[in-house]
Each structure stands twice: as C-alpha cells, then as structure tokens.
T-cell receptor, first 112, second 115 residues
Framework: KQEVTQIPAALSVPEGENLVLNCSFT??????LQWFRQDPGKGLTSLLL???SQREQTSGRLNASLDKSSGRSTLYIAASQPGDSATYLC???????????WGAGTKLIIKP | GAVVSQHPSWVICKSGTSVKIECRSL??????MFWYRQFPKQSLMLMAT?????????EQGVEKDKFLINHASLTLSTLTVTSAHPEDSSFYIC???????????FGPGTRLLVL
C-alpha cells in the first residue's frame, strides 16, 4: 500500500532564506508526483507536477525534484517571502488509476 | 486555465438534516470527479470516485448510503451528506479530471458545520 510522508510537519524561517520541504513515498511505481499549496480554509493550488520519467520541474522560485528509486521528492523554495506561508502538500498518482495519495503536509511560516 | 467551482462554500446545518454540495467543471468536460474530506490539520482523504453516468466507487470506510454521489453530467457532480451529524463537520473538496490533458483540477472546497 502506497504511503506518503512529509517532513517536517511544520517549519518557520525568516524571510529571505532558501528552504527545502521533503516528501517520501513507499512504492516507486508512481505515475507522477505533484506539489500543492493550500492556504488556511481554502482549496488547493497546484504548484508543480513531475512525471515519473522526469527528475525535476521549475517554476519561478520553486524547484521540485523526484528520485523514484529512493522514493523521495523535494520542493525547494528560493528567497522565501511572507506570502509563501501556507501548507504544502505532496501527492502521488498511482500507475493504475487517477487516484492521488496525499501526504499530511508541511505548514510553512515565513517570518517578516 | 480550467476552473472547478463548488457550491456552497460554507454551510451550517442542524443535526439530522441533509446537505447537498455541488461540484462543477466550468470550461471542460470532467469524465471523472473525486470527492475528498479534510479534517483540521490533516491531509485530504479520498472519499469516492465518480464517473459520469455510472455509480460512484467509495473508499473503504466511507458509507455510500450516507454520502450520496451523483455524477449526472460531464460538468456536474453532487455530494449529499444525508442525516448529517456533528462528526460529519469537515472541509469537503472535489476535483475534476480533464481527460484531454490528464490533469486534475481542484475546487475551492466547502466547509460544513453540523450543529
């Protein structure tokens, strides 16, 4: 059974720092992996999607990497800003269907 | 980009009443829609998968008679929480799969509070 774990559960850093969020999964047979952002009481915003054949994706200050063999993905945020404060979720899509398996999220606080 | 809407965004109801939540894909046809539930400080839990014109597939532990799902058209799925109780209070999020681009788009969520 696929399980997705995110570490740390919460992170607080000063503005301007570069930071890394971690996501690990137990079964390497994934179709893709996606990082989302969720603001308090709101829905989800897709940030980056990495196909199983890819090793990384970049969007602005965000860079996500994928190492299928080790079951790990990282989300790198450069030059963090207070507006980056949110909960970041990773989710893997299984090979066989469109179901997403979710991590519990990392709550990020960027202090001004 | 593709947009998925949910209505209502907030609902407060008395215990024992039924609540219907709508999920619409606004500019694409969604052959598959997913319903999730999220409790405070927890991640999303998939409740059920619905395909247009067929019965929904429920995840283990989700009561299909309590959470009625109807996916009658390619742009609309509804989740009805029947005889709601306080423990059903949660944040319900739907997503819709655009088959042409193989992407899921998420709705903004519906917060349900059962008194």
């Amino acid at each position: 059974k696929q399980e997705v774990t995110q570490i740390p559960a919460a992170l607080s850093v000063p503005e301007g720092e570069n930071l890394v969020l971690n996501c690990s999964f137990t079964d390497s047979a994934i179709y893709n992996l996606q990082w989302f952002r969720q603001d308090p009481g709101k829905g989800l915003t897709s940030l980056l999607l990495i196909q199983s054949s890819q090793r990384e994706q970049t969007s602005g200050r965000l860079n996500a990497s994928l190492d299928k063999s080790s079951g790990r993905s990282t989300l790198y945020i450069a030059a963090s800003q207070p507006g980056d404060s949110a909960t970041y979720l990773c989710a893997v899509r299984l090979d066989s269907n469109y179901q997403l398996i979710w991590g519990a999220g990392t709550k990020l606080i960027i202090k001004p | 980009g593709a947009v998925v809407s949910q209505h209502p965004s907030w609902v407060i109801c008395k215990s024992g009443t039924s609540v219907k939540i709508e999920c619409r894909s606004l500019d694409f046809q969604a052959t598959t829609m997913f319903w999730y539930r999220q409790f405070p400080k927890q991640s999303l839990m998939l409740m059920a998968t619905s395909n247009e014109g067929s019965k929904a597939t429920y995840e283990q532990g989700v009561e299909k008679d309590k959470f009625l799902i109807n996916h009658a058209s390619l742009t609309l799925s509804t989740l009805t929480v029947t005889s709601a109780h306080p423990e059903d209070s949660s944040f319900y999020i739907c997503s819709a799969r655009d088959g042409y681009v193989e992407t899921q788009y998420f709705g903004p969520g519906t917060r349900l509070l059962v008194l």
